[in-house]
């Protein structure tokens, strides 16, 4: 690959592509108690989160989407670091991942695979295709849900 | 290409060298590559006549326009008024009173829509647009529909991105108060019938806005041929500076209708009982105005006048075509909008590869694309897409940044697929 630039091969490297095409791995689940549509309005990416929750956990989840490789890899790296975690360690979960992906504190132990979405960190416009499955996730457990955006806020 | 278009290209040659010496941002490089602007559509780049045109506005003229005494108050408003004069013959007005600086063609549009559309549209009342708007020539019409009452109705196209011009026939009739349609689409580069529609638009009774900001760019636009009510079109896409645009409408529906906005410059008298409001085009142009904007867009003008829009027209037909047949040999391209009647603008998807992906290795090999919805969602849905790669075409683009373009998606699929 002459010509291309050391950081966008980061970016597409093996394993965040490999992320990507795991998310096949992560249907919705059968039985869903938590569903969210999320929308980067920046290019069009659409992603929809369903959950099923039992006993304040996260039993199942899985998505239908039609995104970017960035977008996939973070939805299917999301999907397996969060599968079976407290309802209630939710929030802190996605302020943990965001804050990380910003470089604003070192990878916590949980999201170590996650790491390798680091490179997403030099292409500013990008970062939202990481975060928009975690953004729609939130978005799951809002009282009122609405379409999750990542030009807003992680809903409260 | 259809051979009505085969015909209106004759051979006008261009010097391309001599205009990209004329551009000084294409002479930079990004990630260490040579800039390749396929950008157009969003946004077109500048010539040092543009640039040098502003600053020395800046240097030796500025000052507030109409009121001053002043010698440079004289001058700032001589330039600002022979801008508008040149904007006039550039789209053959018949007068200046026509001409109204606006930010762009948003504010173009929404001007129309908040200062005709609520003075005229009624409960029941249909405005006409097609599938293939920018949202800008969308939403100022849902808006007004809202606080109106009146029915939006949209005229669909088919799977090459044209109009049914019998379902366009089809929606006008006695309730159709406004059609308001692009000259140009900005994600397919479809060229559309304007004057065709404008006559069966104005056969139902119905006025018409024209949103030309894709095509004053690359060909000559005539609005007394046309006979459009209304024509919108931004600076920053025709080589101008941004925050400058037109809007053009005929003076007895201007003299209609009420004021968009209220402050200076666009009354005659105020008092606490009444406002007196100035003549056109001062009435549509309340406060200090863009006027470094405008002087910008008089230089743009003269300098398309000088290159010539026939051989622009021309020449980008060329690299359309050439362009057209380079991307169809990338294994996987599908082309989004393959108009018979089509200028300056290949929309396109890769199979297994997403448009933003493309947009970011394609940056990387110093192409310039757009990737995305490109403010048309409702067109996306219609080709299931959730959006596209787009390369847009300027006249200072060269066959050699086509091959560039190809060769760039050729990385791509290296890396992706």
């Known amino acids: ?28 689940p059968e039985v869903v108690t938590h569903r969210a549509e999320g929308f980067n309005p920046h290019c069009g990416d659409a992603l929809e989160t369903a959950l099923h929750c039992r006993e304040g956990r996260i039993a199942a ?20 670091v969060l599968q079976g975690i407290a309802v209630e360690t939710v929030p802190k979960a996605l302020e943990s991942f965001e804050n990380a992906l910003r470089g604003h504190i070192e990878w916590p132990e949980v999201f170590d695979e996650a790491s390798c979405l680091e490179p997403v960190r030099d292409f500013p416009s990008r970062i939202q295709c990481a975060l928009l499955p975690w953004h729609t996730l939130a978005m799951c457990f809002h009282p009122q849900p609405t379409t999750a955006c990542t030009e807003e806020e992680i809903p409260e | 290409m259809s051979q009505s278009s085969l015909a209106a290209h ?85 007068e200046i009173a026509e001409v109204i600086f606006t930010k762009g063609t948003t504010e173009a549009i929404n001007l129309v829509a908040s200062s005709y559309g609520r003075a ?15 949202h800008s020539n969308i939403v100022p019409w849902q808006m007004i529909c809202e606080q109106t009452g009146a029915v939006l109705r949209v005229c669909p196209i088919n799977e090459r991105g044209e109009l049914l011009m019998d379902e366009f026939e089809r929606l006008l009739n006695d309730k159709t108060r406004i059609v308001a349609f692009n000259h140009i689409s900005n994600s397919l580069g479809t060229v559309n019938p304007v004057k065709r529609m404008v006559q069966l638009a ?19 636009v005539d609005v007394r041929d046309l006979d459009c009510d209304f024509y919108a079109f931004s600076g920053h896409k025709m080589f101008a500076p941004t925050g400058i645009g037109v809007l053009y409408g005929k003076r007895y529906l201007l003299e209609q209708m009420p004021p968009y906005q209220g402050g200076g410059d666009m009354i005659k008298s105020v008092s606490f009982e009444k406002t007196v409001y100035n003549e056109l085009p001062s009435k549509f142009e309340a406060g200090t105005p863009i006027i470094a904007g405008a002087v910008g867009l008089g230089a743009a003008i003269d300098y398309l006048n000088e ?6 027209s021309d020449y980008e037909y060329g690299l359309l075509t050439y362009g057209t047949e380079q991307l169809k040999t990338v294994p996987g391209l599908r082309m ?42 409702p067109l996306m849905k219609f080709f299931k897409v959730p959006a596209t790669v787009r390369a847009s075409l300027a006249f200072y683009n060269t066959r050699e940044e086509i091959d560039a373009l190809v060769v760039g998606l050729g990385k791509v699929r290296e890396m992706l697929l």
Request: aromatic content about 6%.
């Open chain 1, 1 to 28: 690959m002459n010509g291309i630039a050391p950081g966008v091969k980061a970016l597409y490297r093996e394993a965040i592509k490999d992320y990507a095409a795991r998310l096949a791995d992560w249907p919705p």
């Open chain 1, 61 to 80: 989840l899985g998505f239908d989407s039609e995104s970017c490789v960035v977008c996939h890899a973070s939805a299917a790296l999301m999907a397996q």
């Open chain 2, 10 to 94: 004759q051979t006008h040659t261009l010097d391309i060298a001599k205009i990209r010496a004329d551009f000084p941002i294409l002479q930079r490089t990004v990630h260490k590559k040579p800039l390749i602007y396929l950008d157009n559509a969003a946004s077109s780049q500048k010539p040092n006549q543009v640039i040098e045109a502003v600053a020395r506005y800046y240097r030796r003229h500025n000052a507030n326009v109409h009121r001053g005494l002043h010698t440079l108050s004289e001058e700032a408003t001589t330039a600002y008024e022979s801008a508008r004069e040149k904007v006039r013959a550039f789209i053959n007005a018949a």
């Open chain 2, 120 to 134: 005229h549209l009624r409960a029941g009342d249909e405005v006409l647009i097609t599938y293939m708007e920018h």
């Open chain 2, 202 to 220: 104005h056969a139902a009774g119905a006025v018409t806005l024209v949103d030309g900001a894709q095509a004053v760019p690359h060909q000559g």
């Open chain 2, 307 to 312: 290159v010539g829009l026939e051989a622009i």
């Open chain 2, 336 to 377: 989004i909008g393959e108009a018979a009647e089509k200028t300056s603008v290949f929309s396109f998807v890769l199979d297994g590869a997403h448009p933003h992906d493309i947009g970011t290795i394609l940056s990387h090999t110093g192409v310039a694309v757009r990737t995305g919805h490109h403010c048309t969602e």
